[in-house]
């Protein structure tokens, strides 16, 4: 679990340093998993449902619950100009049937994600147009990859050249045949 609480909050709080990521049945939400399994969480984290303190320092850092709201991606945006990126390109892969990380754990931050980015007005929410868009307005493309399986899913090499052809393409390298 601790990558993807590493890898979120990095991204979410200097989002600047990278260009991409691809994170890979990553867990994003910190905070839900202390609450609803109150019991098997108190020696990882503490107990965030009786100290508000440790319910607060948590939540602080927690990926899920720091995804930067419209106003903040707009705010970036005039800072950075129009053409730069304000968030890193994702690529979000989960296994279905994953017993350590739900795949609607990191689902829910991605649809999060989105959402903020169509609020702030640099997604339509239209796939083509965002593609086109993507280059021009500094709009992250964010995709969502599901397989069946478990925690170790992506494991093949059809999985390997998907996440290099993915990075390949955010970062405008040129392949030639």
């Known amino acids: 679990m601790a990558g993807g609480w590493v890898a979120g909050a990095a991204l979410n709080s200097h989002p600047g340093l990278f260009r991409a990521a691809v994170l890979t049945v990553p867990s994003l939400d910190a905070l839900g998993p202390m609450v609803e399994a109150y019991r ?23 990926p899920s619950d720091n995804i930067p709201c419209a106003a903040q991606l707009c705010a970036r945006q005039q800072q950075l100009g129009p053409s730069q990126l304000v968030y890193p390109h994702l690529l979000v892969r989960v296994g279905l049937n ?11 931050a991605v ?6 980015l169509v609020l702030a007005g640099l997604r339509q929410g239209d796939h083509a147009q965002d593609v086109s868009r993507r280059k021009q307005r500094g709009c992250p493309m964010i995709l969502l990859q599901c397989k069946l399986g478990g925690h170790n899913c992506y494991n093949t090499a059809s999985d390997d050249a998907t996440k290099c052809a993915f990075i390949i393409d955010v970062c405008g390298a040129q392949v030639e045949n």
């Open 40 to 62: 098997d969480n108190l020696d990882e984290l503490g107990d965030a449902v009786h100290d508000a303190a440790c319910h607060q320092a948590v939540r602080s850092w927690s």
């Open 98 to 108: 994953d017993t350590t990380v739900d795949f609607w754990d990191p689902a829910k």
């Open 111 to 116: 649809a999060k994600l989105d959402r903020e």
